[in-house]
């Protein structure tokens, strides 16, 4: 590409489904996201697995899937304590079934949580820009390492926004507007960064609030006047003509029942449904607030799918654990909940997949197999072919993306179909593989970009992200295309 966009603009809209973000384009409802994009380009992307935030944002600025970077969902566990002097670490940045807030207030604080946890031979987005000599500025995103400003939300506007009551409560608008003000203030006083990612935080708690039916009429009421803001601030320091505007979601949502019926937990002493399952089989599950890791199983919750961790019983965390003594026995506990509601009546018909995996004998990167009902473990693709009731995209691609040595040996996937999910209760809830849930938006524009600029673009884009996919056994399309595809464009 003969002459590169100016700068990149990143506006990370989180949850958006994309549908209700194309809909709102046709319709005409979105103008200041309609101007951003032009006449560039649409992706039609699917999520990570978990199609849960973390997990999610991690590839969206490194590129890499999440057995690279590490990050393997919302929740996840460590069991050689990579990043905590090799003592195994349960990481919950959503503050979990065990209620510990430690890692949610981490995440925004000292050099932030998920920052240090990336892994340290992936490089973020910022990471590059700043290798070439550029500067970069990040607003309220979980990941800014390498960028020469973050912009962090205040901790207590955080626990206004997520947990306030009453004249406390700080709404989604009100929180991002923050956003956008410390934006404002930021380019007023001096910066003029290359790189500017936007987060907007606010409709995916609408959606998981009221459900994913609220998205059309928050995005295009406010989502769209905010865009306008902020681009309001862009041109006033001449920021925006040239730039290649990108405009992503990090996932989708699916409508869920908010009812305690539906939602699995681990929480002590209430809401044990997973609990006591793992009490009959003799194994203490981590269900209290720094009781890892002196304990024989974790649970990770994220919505859709859960990571299940355990341990060697005669060895240490550090050891693979046995399929046959300590991995099937939990799989074959979890199968007979789900059919008959044995150990709690709340886990009867609550999965759809029980997925598992050899470490014993085939290394910390085995593929997931799919336990049947009988008891065997078969291929994903093939058990996918003989439920098709199981609704799913691309499962076997995201599935390998996941297996690595940080992942669950076991993955359980909900019962979407009938409603549950690994969660309190919500209206809205997303996490596992089903369409609704991982189909997300990934956009470019580019201002004032000629004619021949966009199709060289649009040709840049198209070009790398098929040569991915092509690579990685012809998967679809992903978020994680995102940042090798921008830096395609931006001649990096």
């Known amino acids: 590409m003969s002459r590169p966009p100016a700068r990149l603009i990143v506006l990370d809209i989180d949850g958006l489904r994309r549908d209700v973000f194309l809909r709102a384009l046709a319709d005409g409802k979105a103008p200041a996201l ?49 990043h905590s002097q090799g003592v195994p670490r349960f990481y919950a940045f959503d503050v979990g079934d065990t209620l510990a807030v430690d890692d949610a207030v981490r995440v925004f604080t000292g050099e932030g949580l998920v920052n240090t946890v990336l892994a340290a031979d992936v490089n973020t987005l910022y990471e590059r820009a700043t290798a070439r000599g550029l500067t970069s500025t990040v607003a309220h995103n979980m990941i800014a390492r390498g960028a020469t400003h973050w912009l962090r939300p205040d901790v207590l506007h955080l626990a206004r926004f997520f947990k306030g009551g009453w004249w406390l409560k700080l709404s989604s608008a009100e929180f991002d507007a923050l956003m956008i003000d410390a934006i404002g203030a930021h380019l007023r006083s001096g910066p003029r960064p290359e790189v500017l990612t936007a987060y907007f935080m606010g409709l995916d708690h609408e959606s998981h609030v009221d459900g994913p039916g609220v998205q059309f009429d928050y995005l295009t009421r406010v989502v769209d006047g905010q865009v306008a803001q902020l681009t309001q601030h862009l041109e006033a320091h001449g920021l925006l003509a040239g730039a290649l505007c990108v405009v992503l979601s990090d996932h989708g949502q699916l409508a869920t029942p908010d009812d305690e019926q539906h939602a699995l937990r681990l929480s002590f002493p209430f809401d044990r449904e997973m609990g006591y399952l793992f009490d009959a089989l003799g194994l203490d599950v981590h269900d209290l607030p720094g009781e890892d890791p002196n304990c024989d199983a974790v649970v990770a919750s994220n919505g859709g799918l859960a990571h299940v961790y355990v341990q060697h019983r005669a060895g ?37 997949m029980i997925l598992l995996r050899d470490v014993e004998h085939e290394g910390w990167e085995a593929d997931y197999r799919a336990l049947t009902p009988a008891g065997d473990l078969i291929a994903i693709p093939d058990h996918l072919a003989a439920h098709p009731d199981i609704i799913t995209v691309d499962a076997v691609n ?89 830096s395609a464009v931006m001649g990096w």
């Open 316 to 352: 240490h965390w550090a050891d693979p654990p046995r399929l046959a003594e300590d991995v099937l026995p939990v799989a074959r506990a979890f199968a007979e909940a789900n059919r008959t509601g044995r150990y709690a009546d709340t886990l009867r018909d609550s999965l759809a």
């Open 34 to 82: 309609a101007r951003l994009i032009g006449d560039g380009l649409h992706l039609a992307p699917v999520s990570n697995a978990p199609s849960i935030t973390f997990c999610c944002q991690a590839s969206i600025f490194t590129g890499a899937h999440p057995e690279e970077h590490g990050v393997m969902g919302n929740q996840f566990f460590d069991r050689f304590g990579r």
């Open 398 to 486: 995201r599935l390998r993306h996941l297996a690595s040595p940080v992942s669950g040996d076991l993955v359980l996937m909900s019962n979407y179909a009938s409603g549950y999910y690994f969660s309190p209760p919500l209206k809205g809830m997303h996490g596992g593989l089903h369409p609704e849930e991982s189909e997300c938006v990934l956009s470019l524009g580019w201002q004032g970009a000629t004619p021949h600029q966009l199709a060289l673009m649009r040709q840049t884009v198209e070009a790398v992200v098929a040569q991915r996919c092509r690579d990685e056994g012809n998967r679809r399309a992903g978020l994680v295309d995102m940042a090798p595809a921008v």
